[in-house]
């Protein structure tokens, strides 16, 4: 698979939610740093994702917006 993106952080599935239309997908890509992503149930479902696996984060973003 190729991608556009080029933000990609390997890591590890650590939390998983599922809710009725979505999921809550938490990964660590290095020790104490989870990315959070939400994503579609069939998403969820079709990617087969478990806690343990090895996994993308992927981002693909057109703004970081910092706040204090």
């Not at 696996?53 to 706040?67: L, M, P, R, Y």
């Amino acid at each position: 698979m190729k991608l556009s993106a080029r933000n990609v952080f390997p890591g590890k599935v650590v939390g998983l939610r599922k809710g009725v239309t979505t999921a809550n997908i938490k990964i660590q890509v290095a020790p104490g740093v989870v990315i959070t992503s939400s994503i579609t149930m069939e998403a969820a479902r079709e990617l087969k994702l478990k806690v343990g696996d090895k996994a993308f984060a992927i981002v693909k973003a057109s703004e970081v917006i910092v706040g204090k």
